[in-house]
């Protein structure tokens, strides 16, 4: 069982940074990939971007060359840096595990609460 906790969400404006962080409990947070996902009010989540132990990356087009994730094994934590923020990226924020690096929402296994960002024009 992996618990996760999101932080590091507000409101922001358009250009900005922002770095949001997702605690996790548990003995084996190295051995799962983290995936972060958002949504936007009436939209589906969407994949934003992941991370396996090891390197291995993964990010969604409309957020490469802004975000950059990474994660500290020695915390159980992984972030989300985010620059050039835009209104469009406006959504809740959300922090997810699997075993294997996946964008699909459904394959992975544990949930955040989420943490809402907003940016204003």
């Known amino acids: 069982q992996v618990q996760l906790v999101e932080s590091g969400g507000g409101l922001v404006q358009a250009g900005d940074s922002l770095r949001l962080s997702c605690a996790a409990s548990?003995?084996?947070?190295?051995?799962?990939?983290m995936g972060w996902f958002r949504q936007a009010p009436g939209k589906e989540r969407e994949f934003v971007a992941a991370?396996?132990?090891?390197?291995?990356?993964l990010y969604a087009d409309s957020v490469k060359g802004r975000f950059s994730i990474s994660r500290d094994n020695a915390k159980n934590t992984v972030y989300l840096q985010m620059h050039s923020l835009k209104p469009e990226d406006t959504a809740v924020y959300y922090c997810?595990?699997?075993?294997?690096?996946?964008?699909?929402?459904?394959?992975?296994?544990?949930w955040g609460q989420g943490t809402q960002v907003t940016v204003s024009s």
């Open positions: 991370i396996r132990s090891g390197g291995p990356t």
């Open positions: 548990g003995r084996t947070f190295s051995s799962y990939a």
């Open positions: 997810a595990a699997r075993l294997g690096l996946s964008m699909l929402p459904s394959d992975y296994d544990y």
